[in-house]
C-alpha cells in the first residue's frame, strides 16, 4: 500500500519568510496530492490539491510541485503571517482511495 | 467549497456507554464516507470506508463490532463507539468525496473529541 513520508516535523519561520515541507510517496499508481492545513482542535482544511498531470499549482501565497518521477511534491508557503501557523498534512490516493496521510508538520510562524 | 457537518463537536460519557457520531454532506451526494481517528500531536488514521447502502471497509486492527459504522443514506454516514473505554479517547474526523467525479476532493468534518471516562 501506499507509504507517504513527510518533512520536516516542525517548522519555525520568521514572519515574512518562505516555509517549505517536502512529501514523498512510494506507491507509483497515486495521482492525487492534496494539502491540509489542521488547527488545533478542528478537522483537516484542503488548502491547495496537485493531480499526476501537472507539475505545479499556483494560489496566491501557497504553492505545490510535483515530481512524478522522483515520488515527491512540495508545499511553498511565501510571505508567511503569524495566521499560517498550523499543522499540515500531505497526502496522497490513487483515483476515489482513501488518502494516505504524512505524519505532519507544525508550521510557527513568528512575528 | 462542499461541507462536510459532524455532530457532536465534543462529548464525555462513562465507561461501558456507547456513543453516536454524525457525519453529513450537506450539499453534495457522498458515496464513500471515511472515518479517521486522530491522537494528540498524531496525523490522521483511517479506520474504515463508509459505502452508502453496503457494508463498510476497516483498516487493519479496527474492530467492526466495537465501531459500527452506518451508511444509510447519500448524505449521512454515522459511528457509534460501543462499550467506550478510556482508551478510545481521541479526535475522530470523518471525511466525505464528492461521488459524481473521480479523485475528487476530500472534504472533512469538523471532528468530535470523545472522552471516555
Known amino acids: 500500500g501506499e507509504n507517504v513520508e513527510q518533512h520536516p516535523s516542525t517548522l519555525s519561520v520568521q514572519e515574512g519568510d518562505s516555509a517549505v515541507i517536502k512529501c514523498t510517496y512510494s506507491?507509483?499508481?497515486?495521482?492525487?496530492f492534496p494539502w491540509y492545513k489542521q488547527e488545533l482542535g478542528k478537522g483537516p482544511q484542503l488548502i491547495i490539491d496537485?493531480?499526476?498531470?501537472?507539475g505545479e499549482k499556483k494560489d496566491q501565497r501557497i504553492a505545490v510541485t510535483l515530481n512524478k518521477t522522483a515520488k515527491h511534491f512540495s508545499l511553498h508557503i511565501t510571505e508567511t503571517q503569524p495566521e499560517d501557523s498550523a499543522v499540515y498534512f500531505c497526502?496522497?490516493?490513487?483515483?476515489?482511495?482513501?488518502?494516505?496521510f504524512g505524519k505532519g508538520t507544525r508550521l510557527s510562524v513568528i512575528a | 467549497g462542499a461541507v462536510v457537518s459532524q455532530h457532536p463537536s465534543w462529548v464525555i460519557c462513562k465507561s461501558g456507554t456507547s456513543v453516536k457520531i454524525e457525519c453529513r454532506s450537506l450539499d453534495f451526494q457522498a458515496t464513500t464516507m471515511f472515518w479517521y481517528r486522530q491522537f494528540p500531536k498524531q496525523s490522521l488514521m483511517l479506520m474504515a470506508t463508509?459505502?452508502?447502502?453496503?457494508?463498510?471497509?476497516?483498516e487493519q486492527g479496527v474492530e467492526k463490532d466495537k465501531f459500527l459504522i452506518n451508511h444509510a443514506s447519500l448524505t449521512l454516514s454515522t459511528l457509534t463507539v460501543t462499550s467506550a473505554h478510556p482508551e478510545d479517547s481521541s479526535f475522530y474526523i470523518c471525511?466525505?468525496?464528492?461521488?459524481?467525479?473521480?479523485?475528487?476532493?476530500?472534504?472533512f468534518g469538523q471532528g468530535t473529541r470523545l472522552t471516555v471516562v
Open positions: 471525511s466525505a468525496r464528492d461521488g459524481r467525479g473521480l479523485n475528487t476532493e476530500a472534504f
Open positions: 463508509s459505502n452508502e447502502g453496503s457494508k463498510a471497509t476497516y
Open positions: 496537485i493531480r499526476s498531470n501537472v
Open positions: 497526502a496522497a490516493s490513487e483515483r476515489n482511495t482513501p488518502l494516505v
Open positions: 506507491d507509483s499508481a497515486s495521482n492525487y
